[in-house]
């Protein structure tokens, strides 16, 4: 899982890095994020993330039920998040709005955020496998589940903005 967050940050980082400001803000459509916004939704939902488990590790742990029904996730995070195959409309309260300013604030609230989902990960794996938070569309998944989404999802958008940029080449 720490191999997984990292290396999607430095996916990410070798993606935006040195990308002009106008391609950072290019729509490739109308109706699709520009790269901005899509480190903005990622920064969004990894912030919302990191702070929710670190609230719910402070809490009792879940029914034993609760943590064998997630055990199914496990392969759709890796294949379903990970990839692009299936689009998901994200919930309006993790649609970029322009929260972080100006290019590059969105990225630096990203970095800031994965240096706590990497912290994170470091935390006691029975804490982490024992604690259940609720995801808006995949439902319930461990604490553990949820930096392996968080990592997915970063890979997932990597993927995105590789698309806009040959769509916008």
């Known amino acids: 899982m720490l191999e997984k967050l990292l290396s999607s940050?430095?996916?990410?980082?070798?993606?935006?890095?040195?990308?002009?400001?106008?391609?950072?803000?290019?729509?490739?459509?109308?109706?699709?994020?520009?790269?901005?916004?899509?480190?903005?939704?990622?920064a969004t939902v990894e912030i919302w993330a990191t702070s929710s488990i670190k609230k719910r590790?402070?809490?009792?742990?879940?029914?034993?039920?609760?943590?064998?029904?997630?055990?199914?996730?496990?392969?759709?995070?890796?294949?379903?998040?990970?990839?692009r195959t299936h689009k998901v409309k994200a919930p309006e309260s993790a649609s970029p709005r322009g929260a972080f300013g100006p290019w590059p604030g969105s990225l630096e609230n990203f970095l800031k955020s994965r240096d706590s989902s990497l912290?994170?990960?470091?935390?006691?794996?029975?804490?982490?496998?024992?604690r259940i938070l609720v995801h808006p569309i995949l439902g319930n998944m461990t604490l553990r589940q949820w930096l392996e989404f968080l990592a997915a999802h970063t890979e997932r958008h990597c993927l995105q903005i590789e698309e806009h940029l040959r769509l916008n080449h």
């Open 119 to 130: 912290a994170l990960a470091t935390a006691d794996s029975a804490a982490l496998e024992s």
């Open 9 to 42: 940050r430095t996916r990410l980082l070798e993606l935006c890095t040195d990308l002009p400001l106008e391609r950072i803000e290019q729509k490739p459509q109308p109706n699709l994020w520009a790269v901005g916004e899509i480190v903005e939704h990622l």
């Open 57 to 83: 590790l402070l809490e009792p742990e879940s029914p034993t039920e609760a943590i064998d029904s997630t055990r199914a996730l496990n392969d759709i995070i890796q294949i379903a998040v990970g990839q």
